[in-house]
């Protein structure tokens, strides 16, 4: 089977289009992705068992312009017409992506659509992205959503072309460990305690939250540090934020880390943050990063959306907690001043998600989903 991805991102980094690309190529599919332009990436490369053909610099599929998606759906058309009989074309949702399958159903038949969180706006944006993404499903054959919630709060009673493809973690490239080098490196000695967050350091995300309660954490807990993996448009406002609460010499801003290296990373901390702020747009979102922290076997706090209560069960495998600085700051002391929780969080952390290995994703959901959407004339 030959099979085209078009992804959010470039190549590699979007995790769940990086991993599920790669193992299909391992399962024998002939896999092209369709990914962002780096500087100094090539137009067209083999990475790993997957041939990446790069958009023209600049030209994104999160556009949102007429002007900027019809130059994004040009480019895909583009490439497109350059790879011969391909089976099957499967497209992350944006604005105007309904475009690609109406312009080359006749060269290419089967399309299938994936939805990965509900719209992330409030008020009358919201109902219009619903209605948005409603009707760029009609010229899909099939829809994946990550959770039936997501499918419920988009199409309602509509949903009868979804299939639900959970969100997963790669268990060979996550996995427990530790880092003692990097530590030293970072400047952080054996008696430090280590939290980490993982993710889009973006105003969307309302991290001003977290950076509040952790500082309320350190009067409590004058040995921790908080690693902040990631990039966003908010990245500047939170490091003055951080200088001041008086913790700046505590938070350690690491900017964008390859997919590569995100578990040497997760390996020199000691609690993982799965935080998003609770709001109506991420509550049923699922949240990777708290996934990629409980296979590497860190124990972890978590906020309660619907999203993260698919993966932690609190005070079994970690805590679950309101957004608020306040309850985060309660949290971060309860579990730092507790070695004995956290080991019992560790000593199960990484087998309490063995269902949502990527690997057994891939072989017994999306590939399955991909054969019977074929199959059909």
């Not at 900027?68 to 949702?93: G, K, N, P, W, Y």
């Not at 919630?149 to 009673?157: C, E, K, M, P, S």
């Not at 427990?176 to 350091?201: C, F, H, M, Q, W």
């Not at 907690?321 to 309860?334: G, H, L, Q």
């Amino acid at each position: 089977m030959k099979i085209c991805y078009i992804g959010h991102g470039p190549y590699p980094h979007n995790v769940p289009f990086y991993v599920h690309t790669q193992l299909l190529g391992e399962l024998g599919c002939e896999v092209h992705a369709i990914a962002w332009h780096r500087p100094g990436d090539p137009v067209v490369e083999k990475v790993g068992t997957v041939c990446v053909h790069r958009l023209p610099e600049g030209v994104v599929s999160s556009a949102s312009s007429p002007s900027a998606i019809a130059r994004f759906v040009r480019a895909v058309r583009e490439i497109l017409l350059t790879i011969d009989q391909v089976d099957l074309v499967h497209v992350s949702a944006g604005i105007g992506v309904s475009l690609l399958p109406l312009l080359l159903r006749k060269r290419i038949p089967h399309w299938v659509l994936e939805i990965r969180s509900p719209p992330l706006h409030g008020g009358v944006r919201v109902l219009l992205s619903r209605l948005r993404m409603r009707a760029e499903a009609m010229f899909f054959d099939r829809i994946f959503v990550h959770a039936r919630a997501v499918a419920d709060d988009i199409f309602g009673d509509g949903a009868h072309k979804m299939i639900e493809l959970p969100i997963g973690v790669d268990f060979e490239h996550f996995r427990p460990g530790a880092n003692d080098e990097l530590r030293t490196t970072l400047g952080l000695s054996k008696t430090e305690l280590v939290l980490v967050y993982s993710g889009s350091i973006s105003t969307l995300r309302q991290l001003d939250r977290l950076l509040a309660g952790f500082a309320l954490a350190c009067h409590s807990l004058p040995n921790l540090h908080l690693l902040m993996l990631g990039e966003g448009d908010d990245a500047e406002r939170l490091r003055q934020l951080a200088n001041q609460l008086g913790i700046a010499g505590r938070v350690h801003f690491l900017g964008f880390v390859p997919y590569a290296k995100v578990p040497q990373q997760l390996h020199v901390a000691d609690i993982g943050l799965g935080y998003v702020p609770m709001t109506a747009w991420y509550e049923n979102a699922p949240v990777l990063k708290t996934m990629e922290f409980l296979a590497s076997g860190l124990p972890t706090i978590a906020t309660a959306t619907q999203g993260n209560q698919h993966y932690i069960r609190h005070g079994e495998n970690g805590l679950l907690v309101d957004d608020t600085p306040e309850a985060i700051a309660a949290s971060i002391i309860m579990l730092g001043q507790d070695p004995q929780l956290r080991a019992k969080f560790r000593a199960v952390a990484c087998g309490s998600i063995r269902q949502y290995d990527f690997r057994t994703i891939v072989r017994t959901v999306l590939l399955p989903a991909y054969q019977a959407v074929v199959a059909t004339n």
